[in-house]
């Protein structure tokens, strides 16, 4: 179904950037070595410093796909889900869902668009077997 996970977040100086990057690993239930991470530092508006972390993720994606709905059903029910994953999704098929940061890091996984972790599940190229 799909092919690889790209993730996303953004971690300003006041959190715990361990914590954050700990919460999301554990979730894929995948270990620093296996993913690939990119870095970049930025400002914020008043000039405070942010972190940008980009996970990529190509091992067991239908195995964190199916993870992540099950979740997500148990918090909002089968139907309103299957709804947000056909309306978030774009004409290539990719997935968008954003979770709320902090509920990651307490271990709950709820949907937010205010301080989350940007999850994109991406499809198979046409060709790619």
Known sequence: ???LIEISVLIHATENENKVLKSILEFIEQSIKLVKVE????EGHWKNPINLFKIFI???VDKIFIK???????SYGENEINNYIENN???KG???ARLDKQKLCS????LSDKDSVRIVF?????FKK
């Open 94 to 96: 990719y997935f968008y």
């Open 58 to 60: 190509d091992l067991n």
């Open 1 to 3: 179904m799909y092919s």
């Open 39 to 42: 870095y970049a530092k930025t």
């Open 122 to 126: 991406k499809k198979l190229g046409k």
């Open 89 to 91: 999704q774009d004409k």
């Open 107 to 110: 271990g709950k996984i709820i």
């Open 68 to 74: 992540l709905h099950s979740h997500l059903v148990e």
